[in-house]
């Protein structure tokens, strides 16, 4: 079990390339199945979560190999409609395999993802999308089972835009006779390249971005290259990290556009934020005034995603904040770490109550899950003394060597393994 040990302290200067997106990787690694011929993906970003996904496509048949930052993916002599429970329970994405297999084989098996660590996560939007369109789904000893032997084109509104439903049935819907409209679907930058991605593939779909989506069934996807969207929630938790420690960072080739909602709060922090073209650039005094309220929300709102570590930023910024959790119901398991800490947080129901304190002391805190480690690690940069993060395998699903990313812009921070 490996973890990180921290000296806080140090100032943030440099610059960093920002890897490819968790959220655009992993359904753009499921839709691979829709089609025969060989997909070339570039900026393959090795985060655990994609190597679980990729283990799951290996053993449904597809070929994959990996060279140079790229990953190549032929599922021309796929096999298998049916996901194992040991597969689906190491990355809860795997539900995005069920849109994609009933596009492929009009029939399949995925095992039920249960709870994770930060909610129930159930997936009834995604099963009654299914079943609007005709799909017979059966629950069945922690199994789905689905068969799209009747499926047809049609209109579903989803009851929340859930990112993962709204992936799903537009897998689900690329092969399908007809015109399909999903309405309330949701709006993140990753549906737009997920969109992106299937239109490169021979797809004929529109909207995405705008909470309608329609998609007009073609009868064959092809082969494509194709180069996912940067990780807007890496580049937010490096920008927040400026933000608290001080210093001054470039973070290149991410879309400030899809970090509206963060640049917009740290501008209240007193840290100066630039943007020009693909790059972002972040000068703070590592004196952060208090944010105020912050909501979390779906897509353009404030990620749910930086929920964690704009707290880590607010438990040491002068003043009080008040964090809102609307969209998991349990997102505050790193609370009581950061307490530890030294932080003043008062949680009530999906509220943190944050007084900021002038200083964090140096403690060991366990990361809970993948957000909530990362912010851990931002509170050990701002720490007095040494810090340990136990679990550090939590931050690897979305993060590619963090350590290294936030050492090469002056941290002390090393990974140790046990
Ligand atoms: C995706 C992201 C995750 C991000 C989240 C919200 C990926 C791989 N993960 O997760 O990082 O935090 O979006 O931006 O892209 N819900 C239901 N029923 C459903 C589906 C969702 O009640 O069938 C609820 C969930 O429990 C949650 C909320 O809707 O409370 C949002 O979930 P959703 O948008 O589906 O998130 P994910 O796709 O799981």
New binding site residues.
């Given amino acids: 079990m490996s973890k990180f040990l921290i000296h806080g302290g140090n100032k943030l200067f440099g610059e960093l390339n920002i890897t490819a997106a ?2 655009s990787y ?2 753009i690694l499921a839709a691979c199945v829709l089609c025969e011929d060989e997909i070339i993906l570039h900026n393959y970003p090795n985060y655990t ?1 994609a190597q679980s996904m990729c283990e799951i496509l290996l053993t449904l048949g597809a070929s994959i190999k990996q060279s140079a930052g790229d990953i190549s993916v032929d599922a021309a002599s796929l096999f298998s409609w049916r996901i194992e429970s040991d597969l689906a329970c190491q990355v ?2 795997s ?2 395999m069920l849109g994609a297999l009933l596009g492929r084989f009009k029939k399949a098996r995925v095992a039920y993802p249960g709870g994770c660590e ?11 999308g299914f079943k609007k369109l005709g799909v017979k789904v059966e629950e069945r000893h922690g199994y789905i089972f689905c068969n799209a032997e009747k499926m047809h084109s049609g209109t579903v509104l989803l ?9 799903s049935l537009m897998m689900a819907s690329v092969l399908l006779p007809g015109e399909t409209r999903l309405l309330n679907a ?1 709006k ?1 930058p ?1 549906i737009v390249d997920l969109q992106n991605f299937l239109v490169k593939m021979g797809a004929k779909i529109r909207g995405a971005g705008s909470g309608e989506i329609v998609i007009e069934g073609v009868k064959k996807l092809h082969g494509c290259e194709f180069t996912p969207i940067a990780d807007r ?1 890496i580049a937010g938790t490096y920008m927040i990290a400026t933000a608290m420690c001080g210093g001054e960072v470039l973070l290149k080739g991410v879309n400030a556009e899809h970090l509206r909602a963060l640049i917009d709060k740290l501008d209240k922090t007193a840290c100066v934020i630039s943007a020009k073209n693909d790059k972002i650039k972040v000068t703070s005094d590592g004196k952060p005034n208090a944010l105020g309220k912050i909501e979390t929300s ?2 353009p709102g404030f ?3 930086l929920q964690a570590q704009i707290l880590a930023l607010s438990s040491i910024s002068k003043g009080s904040s008040m964090i809102v959790e609307n ?3 349990c997102r505050f398991k790193h609370v009581p770490e950061l307490i530890k800490m030294g932080a003043d947080i008062y949680i009530k129901d999906r509220v943190a109550f944050v007084r900021g304190v002038e200083k964090l002391y140096g403690a060991s805190v366990s990361g809970m899950e ?2 909530g480690t990362a912010s851990l690690i931002l509170a050990g940069l701002v720490a007095e003394g040494y810090t340990t993060v136990l679990n550090a395998k939590h931050v690897d699903r ?1 993060y590619k060597n963090i350590e290294k990313d936030l050492a090469s812009l002056g941290a002390d921070i090393k990974r140790i393994d046990d």
């Fill in positions: 968790k959220n992993l359904p979560d809860r994405s539900i995005f930060i909610g129930a996560r159930p997936i009834d939007i995604h099963l009654s009851e929340f835009p859930s990112v993962g439903a709204t992936e949701a993140e990753e929630i779906v897509y990620p749910t995603d969209v998991f119901e993948l957000r979305g």
